[in-house]
């Protein structure tokens, strides 16, 4: 049973930063792409950034040169370092993760931004 597990959300202050964490288990093909989603109440999901194991990363226009995503020496881990946090960054982030044309998610983590 293959999973993904988020950490790292919380509550920030407008301006502030945080590193989420997404780790996958159950399966020992590397997963690609990986990327993050995120989901604001009463909208659709979103991608936010998304990475190929080559390296190889796109963002949305609206995080663009504030979050960062990246992949980690462990196989199937992936972060997205998130600066300059605004309010319009509140939502649900989930971890995504793609292998032999099946998708899999996370349960997600809030990510709360105070102005």
């Known amino acids: 049973q293959v999973q993904l597990v988020e950490s790292g959300g919380g509550l920030v202050q407008a301006g502030g930063s945080l590193r989420l964490s997404c780790a996958a288990s159950g399966t020992i093909f590397s997963m690609n792409p990986m990327g993050w989603y995120r989901q604001a109440p009463g909208k659709g999901r979103e991608l936010v950034a998304r990475i190929t194991k080559e390296g190889d990363t796109n963002y949305a226009d609206s995080v663009k040169g504030r979050f960062t995503i990246s992949r980690g020496n462990a196989k199937n881990t992936v972060y997205l370092q998130m600066n300059s946090l605004k309010p319009e960054d509140t939502a649900v982030y989930y971890c995504?993760?793609?292998?032999?044309?099946?998708?899999?998610w996370g349960r997600g983590t809030q990510v709360t931004v105070s102005s």
């Open positions: 995504n993760g793609n292998r032999a044309y099946t998708t899999y």
